[in-house]
């Protein structure tokens, strides 16, 4: 199975960044890496979700990625939104919980290092469930476990 995503191409076991950046470079000296990197097909899968996902190229994507993994820059704080995003079931009915806005200005602080918080808190809020769930024996505590598990596999926080 193979497929196009922005530019790149995408097979089975492998993925391949095609392009590079078509914006005139700020030094002219400068033509940029073209990289050819071989990854597991779930991973792949992986990547061609978030592409889709964030609506971003598959290039785009990859130099995002390895700018925020080296520190070159910081990922923008701003959520990349495609032109027409597909609607579905679920972000459809998103609507952030009113009474928690007053606490969006505390996290905004994080800045960069809010990706790496949100994993450290997503883990911790498991071990807290984990542990209710072994000291209730609940079905309702059980069911959130599961839950959480996997919602941390799909979003790769665990």
């Known amino acids: 199975m193979e497929s196009i995503v922005g530019g790149g191409t995408v097979g089975t076991d492998n993925l391949a960044v095609q392009d590079l950046d078509k914006s005139p470079s700020k030094a002219a000296s400068d033509p940029g890496l073209r990289i050819s990197v071989r990854i597991e097909s779930r991973l792949a899968a992986r990547v ?10 598959l290039s785009d994507f990859v130099r995002r990625s390895l700018s925020h993994a080296v520190g070159t820059q910081p990922p923008s704080l701003a959520p990349v939104v495609p032109p027409n995003p597909p609607v579905n079931r679920q972000t459809e009915a998103y609507e952030f919980p009113k009474p928690l806005e007053g606490l969006l200005p505390q996290f905004r602080a994080f800045g960069g290092g809010v990706w790496t918080e ?27 476990c599961s839950e959480l598990v996997r919602v941390g596999r799909r979003f790769g926080l665990l």
């Open 118 to 144: 949100r994993r450290l808190r997503f883990r911790a809020t498991l071990v807290l469930a984990e542990i209710a769930r072994q000291n209730s024996g609940s079905e309702h505590d059980l069911a959130l």
């Open 48 to 57: 061609i979700e978030r592409c889709t996902d964030t609506g971003l190229s």
